[in-house]
């Protein structure tokens, strides 16, 4: 339960005096978030403001802007992609944790304070793109040596089927990458 990150949680004690608003960075190390495969992340501002609702809730609203470092799917190069994730989240002790979704949470009536760890992370996941590029005509790796299409053509003669696909991937301009994406069968 405990992350030992107070930068993402909120003390319930303090709220009882009345809303709380907290913004900072967070640290970039993965440890506390789990982040490891989310890429690697240099201190994602966090912006909240928490207050308490009816019956023992809380409400927390805020904004979560981070730069992630993706790799691009088709040649691997390195990506700086923005990433801004706005999130309201209300936590209940009437729920129960097999109840959550949309942004509900169950809370322990006791507790002293809530983490946001949890919560973010799910955003987080959800706010993360699904094919990320380099750029939209990205040739990619050829898929016999392994060269950056990019920087240069390695004069490789590639299978016919890879061909046709490269072909079919120019008139499909990279509109539905998901779809068009064939499958590697080497
Ligand atoms: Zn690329
Ligand atoms: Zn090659």
Redo the contacts with the bound molecule.
Sequence with gaps: MNSGFPAGRVDLNELRAGPVEWSGTLPAEPGAWGLEELGSVDEPLLEYRAEAGGRGSVRVAGRLTAMLKLA??????E?EWPMEVDFDFRFDPAVQEWEEEGGVFTLDPNAASLDLVRPLREEWVLGMPDYP???EG???LCSVCGA?L?ESNCGCTRQPGDDRWAVLKQLVSDGQPEAARPDNDD
């Design positions: 691009c799917r088709r040649c691997l190069d990506i590029v380099c750029q990205c040739r990619g950056d990019n």
